[in-house]
């Protein structure tokens, strides 16, 4: 199989090193890169001068996209800021490469619907990499939703937060995407993954209504808090979600409490724990996973990308459903903006 790699970055290297993992000497690796840093970012998110990514995982790299593309690869990482995942993409696709695009999706819906069109057209498999769809706690909480352990849902409230100088030790904050208007960045877009895994387990917001900005002194010309309302509909059942996410919080945060008529759930990623509480209170169930590895998520998504790629099966995670978080993203952006509810189809 060729892997064309479009971004080695963090994530990309995470993504690189699994494909070897994976496949091992099965892949052929490409790579078209434009910046050419060759340092390793290490597992633990240390920058490794002393050894060379492009060496170290047998990467044959191209500065021209349609150099790269001439060697028909099979199948395309996608893992660049998302600013530029659109066009990047597109060009892909065109060849027929089969897509695995990191989340978000992009930072406007300029060239989706070109890029839908394109993936019908071809028959590709394309997914979007939401890995917490793959995490124990979160698949936990489908069931309880799902086996309506809980009884009628009547609220869920979900935050995410985490000092953003902290994310990448290896890069300055003030130059990633997730600090700069122009590479797509800002909390909402950055931390996407809540709107996904929400849309998931409550099905998809009508209407919502937020409140954020720029509120902290972090150096950054993009929103570092946003707080939004959703109103969705399970079972023919308006529920009220609520979501807050930040670029501030020390230790971080990652948690979402489900609230029903029979009982509460509460999610939380730091511990790895699910916890669920009957109507008097009282602790009937608590789950925990402890020395999970995280890289496990990531390995997990690949190989059902792989395995999605092999059988021309839709990933669990498809094109649709980053469309999906993309519009509901750019809403609650817009409705920051305007001060004013935004109604979603």
Same mark, same amino acid.
């Given at each position: 199989?060729?892997? *064309?790699? #479009?971004?080695? @970055?963090?994530?990309?290297?995470? +993504?690189?090193?699994? %494909? $070897? ?102 028959? *590709?498999? #394309?997914?979007? @990499?939401?890995?917490?769809?793959? +995490?124990?706690?979160? %698949? $936990? ?205």
């Amino acid at each position: 199989m060729k892997v *064309l790699m #479009v971004g080695l @970055g963090g994530v990309g290297q995470r +993504h690189l090193r699994n %494909l $070897r993992t994976i496949l091992g000497d099965k892949a052929e690796v490409l790579a078209y890169r434009v910046r050419r840093d060759t340092a390793v970012v290490t597992p633990t998110l240390q920058l490794d001068n002393d050894r060379n990514v492009e060496q170290e995982y047998g990467v044959r790299v191209f500065g021209d996209l349609t150099q790269a593309l001439a060697e028909k690869p099979n199948i395309a990482v996608i893992a660049n800021p998302s600013s530029l995942h659109i066009p990047i993409a597109l060009e892909c696709a065109r060849v027929g490469c089969d897509l695995f695009i990191e989340k978000p999706l992009s930072h406007t819906m300029d060239g989706v619907d070109g890029l839908l069109a394109e993936v019908q057209q071809r028959g *590709l498999v #394309v997914m979007v @990499g939401y890995q917490l769809r793959f +995490h124990p706690c979160f %698949l $936990r909480v489908q069931e309880v939703v799902q086996q309506k352990l809980l009884g009628n849902l009547l609220a869920v409230r979900a935050t995410v937060g985490e000092y953003l100088p902290g994310w990448h030790k290896y890069e300055d904050y003030r130059q990633g995407y997730a600090a700069r208007a122009d590479l797509g960045g800002g909390v909402v877009l950055s931390q996407i993954h809540e709107f996904d895994y929400l849309s998931a387990l409550f099905g998809k917001a009508k209407r919502i209504y937020a409140v954020g900005g720029h509120f902290s002194n972090l150096e950054v010309d993009v929103e570092d808090v946003a707080s939004t309302l959703m109103e969705c509909s399970v079972d023919g059942r308006p529920l009220a979600v609520q979501l807050h996410q930040d670029y501030l919080q020390r230790p971080p945060s990652r948690n979402c409490e489900v609230i029903g008529d029979q009982g509460k759930a509460v999610l939380d990623f730091p511990t790895l724990s699910v916890s669920r509480y009957d109507t008097k209170g009282e602790l009937v169930e608590r789950a925990q996973w402890e020395g999970f590895d995280r890289n496990q998520l990531f390995i997990s998504e690949m190989r059902h990308f792989l395995d999605c790629v092999k059988s021309r099966k839709q990933p669990v995670t498809d094109l649709h459903d980053g469309v999906w978080s993309l519009k509901l993203a750019l809403a609650v952006k817009q409705s920051i903006q305007t001060q004013k509810i935004v109604e979603l189809s």
